[in-house]
């Protein structure tokens, strides 16, 4: 279907997710798909996982604590859940969660930003892998 290239920023982006969202959530996904599932994986696999979080520009930190900023002001609780705990295990920290949190509530707005905490405490009080 697509090309060396292509299959090569698959892998990656496999590689990526597996690294900070964990095997169980990557394999879960991976039991999913099916016809419908399968073009928007194979997306955002490649270009979210494989192209941009792979990027040298800013670090996995970083990169967690922009995302959680923006899930945030979306208000989508399934994926800040999810991306809280890729922020866990790309080293941020849950006072550096809390601060997010906080500057978010200033420009996302403070319901939001209080939906993100309560999901946040959720997570903080869920046994750490490591």
């Not at 900070?20 to 928007?40: C, E, M, Q, S």
């Amino acid at each position: 279907m697509g090309s060396f290239m292509d299959d090569d920023l698959y892998r990656k982006g496999q590689q990526t997710r597996r690294e900070i969202l964990g095997d169980a959530h990557a394999d879960r996904v991976a039991a999913n798909l099916d016809d419908a599932t399968r073009p928007f994986q194979d997306l955002i696999t490649r270009y979210g996982w494989g192209e941009v979080w792979s990027r040298p520009g800013l670090d996995r930190r970083t990169r967690s604590m922009l995302t959680l900023a923006m899930l945030t002001a979306l208000n989508r609780p399934a994926a800040i859940k999810l991306h809280l705990r890729g922020a866990l295990n790309n080293g941020v920290t849950e006072a550096e969660i809390v601060e997010v949190l906080l500057q978010a509530a200033i420009y996302c707005g403070a319901p939001a930003a209080e939906e993100s905490l309560r999901l946040a405490r959720e997570i903080f009080a869920e046994p750490q892998d490591g």
